[in-house]
């Protein structure tokens, strides 16, 4: 199972990155910039986590987490740059870029909606044929990119709350961000070893995962890895990068 976090948005990674296996690193338009970009690359290569993109809206106001109207050429488009602007560093820095998962309001949407997912998996696929699309599990995201001849990865949540429908429970609603060390661990072993989550209403929720998530910008993100990975390791589950 790979262990990934969304990092390079403004907190201090160096702790957390030694505990991943990938790192989904923001592309500066939702969080970040050129100079954090550079350096978050550079932490997470010295560490052998492997490295994706993590393109988002270019809304920094509301860190990249709601949903915007845009055009499919102009998603297109906007995936492309983040995607290109991160490699060009990770290159420069003798690493291969190797997956990409949007981030917050565009992952959300991109996983119901077909037209938006297709417009992502094509960005990725038209960047570089070899990325792995990483997108929430069982989602439409997952099936736009293996249509186009992707590689799609799905994705759990160590430390978010599931709805009955699969999908996260919105950061609006109490309860939705799981803080306790001991319930995200539990959470995350649930998930690798039975492929369920229990959502909100107490019912199991179907998950087929080959990642999972924990957010960089969680307060305690460092316990909940720490905490996460070492229930997996007990089990006898092997953590290793996509």
């Given at each position: 199972?790979?262990?990934?976090?969304?990092?390079?948005?403004?907190?201090?990674?160096?702790?957390?990155l030694?505990?991943?296996t990938?790192?989904?690193?923001?592309?500066?338009?939702?969080?970040?910039?050129p100079?954090?970009?550079?350096?978050?690359?550079?932490?997470?290569l010295?560490h052998?986590?492997?490295?994706?993109a993590?393109?988002?809206?270019?809304?920094?106001?509301?860190?990249?987490?709601?949903a915007?109207?845009?055009?499919?050429?102009?998603?297109?488009?906007?995936v492309?740059?983040?995607?290109?602007a991160?490699?060009?560093?990770?290159?420069?820095?003798?690493?291969?870029?190797?997956?990409?998962?949007a981030?917050?309001?565009?992952?959300?949407?991109?996983?119901?909606?077909r037209?938006?997912?297709?417009?992502i998996?094509?960005?990725?696929?038209?960047?570089?044929?070899?990325l792995?699309?990483?997108?929430?599990?069982?989602?439409?995201?997952l099936?736009?990119?293996?249509?186009i001849?992707?590689?799609?990865?799905g994705?759990?949540?160590?430390d978010?709350r599931y709805?009955p429908?699969?999908?996260?429970m919105?950061?609006?609603?109490?309860?939705?961000?799981l803080?306790?060390?001991?319930?995200?661990?539990?959470?995350?072993?649930?998930?690798?070893?039975?492929?369920?989550?229990?959502?909100?209403?107490?019912?199991?929720?179907?998950?087929?995962?080959?990642?999972?998530c924990?957010?960089?910008?969680?307060?305690?993100?460092v316990?909940?890895a720490?905490?996460?990975?070492?229930r997996?390791?007990?089990s006898?589950?092997?953590?290793?990068?996509?």
């Amino acid at each position: 199972m790979d262990l990934n976090a969304d990092v390079g948005e403004g907190m201090d990674d160096a702790p957390l990155l030694p505990l991943l296996t990938s790192a989904n690193i923001a592309c500066g338009l939702h969080a970040g910039g050129p100079l954090l970009m550079d350096r978050t690359v550079a932490l997470a290569l010295s560490h052998r986590v492997a490295v994706g993109a993590h393109p988002g809206y270019a809304d920094r106001a509301h860190f990249g987490r709601n949903a915007m109207e845009l055009p499919l050429d102009e998603v297109r488009a906007l995936v492309l740059y983040q995607v290109g602007a991160l490699d060009g560093l990770v290159r420069a820095r003798g690493g291969r870029l190797k997956h990409v998962k949007a981030h917050g309001g565009l992952y959300n949407r991109a996983a119901k909606d077909r037209a938006l997912a297709v417009a992502i998996a094509e960005a990725v696929h038209a960047y570089r044929s070899d990325l792995i699309l990483v997108g929430l599990a069982g989602s439409a995201q997952l099936e736009a990119a293996r249509t186009i001849g992707l590689r799609a990865a799905g994705e759990a949540f160590a430390d978010r709350r599931y709805l009955p429908d699969g999908s996260l429970m919105p950061r609006s609603q109490p309860g939705a961000v799981l803080h306790d060390a001991a319930e995200a661990a539990e959470q995350a072993a649930r998930i690798a070893e039975e492929g369920h989550a229990v959502a909100s209403d107490g019912s199991r929720v179907r998950i087929a995962a080959e990642t999972l998530c924990l957010h960089g910008d969680t307060p305690g993100a460092v316990a909940l890895a720490r905490a996460i990975r070492a229930r997996l390791e007990s089990s006898g589950i092997a953590i290793a990068p996509l």
